[in-house]
């Protein structure tokens, strides 16, 4: 059995002023530093990446370098708050400071070509608000507030009834930050094998969208809530994609899935819900698929390595605050698939697991 290191004593202060001065141990202590400080700073940092999505200073910067005072003028600051943003946000790998004018680093060009992730910055907001106090979060087991809010499937007895209005905001969101999570699964399986997909959840239909892109000759269904479904009806017809989609409205857990498909997928859906609801979404997508036909179950998932910040910290608090689901292992997962009627249930690896696991099941 491997045996962990036992580090309690790096607590001890006299430890810690030694090797900060000793030469061989000096460069992890201010390592150790440094990471202990991000933790703590955390929040300041997210507030400076939130002012600089909400006052668009990246795409004020798209076209070349600025100085702090032309950056002042444009985004309506005063030169010295300016100044203060572009170099915390140089500080933070946004920016980088060259002589007296900033211009985009590595970090800030790969966000300004990811709008999903900008968006989500905007939404942290209201997940910020239910965090104000994680001990009575943890205690409550949910927030009664924003993200609950937000999310009214998850909360709602009867979420057939909710209207457009009141689903257009999550939908909206998860399809800007889906595009990342399609670029996973369709990397890591080939689809064009099958003849028919049915996207269980698939909210507006920007899987599909994605999907169709890689295989031009498969057909789709899709199937969502009623509301979700109509705000799915145009987007898929303003892409011209609706001859070769079908859109089913219902409930997931209590309605028949459409059958013909081949290949059900289940993109970021099953972590907002309990193992209950999820078994039986598990079951009722085990009997719309025929002998032979596969699921691909993709979400953050938890223990996978590279993947432990965004599932068992960041995901597993916004789940606690959403006040539904959680982020399982994929033993737990895969255990679930086979009480459901799955068997050859597999991970298969994805270029960046801290966006999603991609589990594949048999029929």
Not at 28 to 39: E, Q, V, Y
Not at 83 to 101: I, M
Not at 166 to 189: D, F, T
Request: glycine share 10%; charged share 20%.
């Amino acid at each position: 059995m491997l045996r962990l290191p036992d580090w309690s004593f790096v607590a001890k202060p006299g430890f810690q002023s030694w090797a900060a001065r000793f030469p061989l141990t000096r460069p992890f202590a201010r390592r150790g530093a440094n990471a202990l400080f991000d933790l703590a700073a955390g929040f300041v940092y997210a507030q400076i990446l939130s002012a600089c999505v909400r006052l668009r200073l990246l795409e004020t910067l798209r076209n070349g370098p600025l100085t702090a005072a032309d950056v002042g003028l444009r985004l309506d600051l005063p030169a010295p708050a300016a100044q203060r943003l572009c170099r915390a946000a140089a500080a933070l790998g946004l920016l980088s400071e060259v002589g007296t004018t900033y211009r985009l680093a590595l970090n800030g060009a790969a966000l300004l070509g990811n709008p999903g992730v900008a968006d989500m910055v905007t939404h942290h907001d209201l997940l910020y608000a239910d965090l104000s106090d994680p001990v009575g979060l943890l205690r409550a087991g949910t927030a009664p507030g924003g993200l609950a809010a937000f999310w009214p499937y998850a909360g709602s007895d009867n979420p057939r009834a909710l209207t457009p209005d009141k689903v257009a905001a999550y939908s909206g969101l998860m399809a800007a930050s889906n595009r990342l999570v399609a670029e996973q699964v369709l990397q890591a399986y080939p689809i064009r094998r099958h003849r028919r997909l049915l996207d269980v959840g698939g909210g507006d239909g920007a899987f599909l969208l994605r999907a169709a892109a890689t295989a031009p000759s498969l057909q789709f269904a899709l199937f969502d809530l009623p509301p979700v479904v109509k705000l799915a009806r145009e987007r898929l017809r303003g892409a011209g994609l609706l001859p070769r989609v079908t859109l089913t409205g219902g409930d997931f857990f209590t309605n028949p899935l459409p059958g013909g498909a081949d290949l059900i997928t289940l993109n970021r859906v099953a972590h907002d819900h309990g193992d209950g609801p999820v078994l039986e979404l598990l079951r009722n997508i085990r009997r719309a698929l025929p002998a032979g036909g596969t699921l691909l179950l993709a979400e953050p998932m938890a223990g996978l390595p590279g993947a432990a910040r965004a599932a068992d910290a960041y995901f597993s608090f916004y789940l606690l605050a959403m006040g539904s689901g959680r982020a399982r292992r994929v033993a737990e997962l895969i255990e679930l698939l086979r009480v459901a009627g799955f068997r050859d249930a597999r991970l298969r690896r994805t270029a960046m697991p801290m966006l999603c696991g991609l589990i594949v099941a048999r029929a």
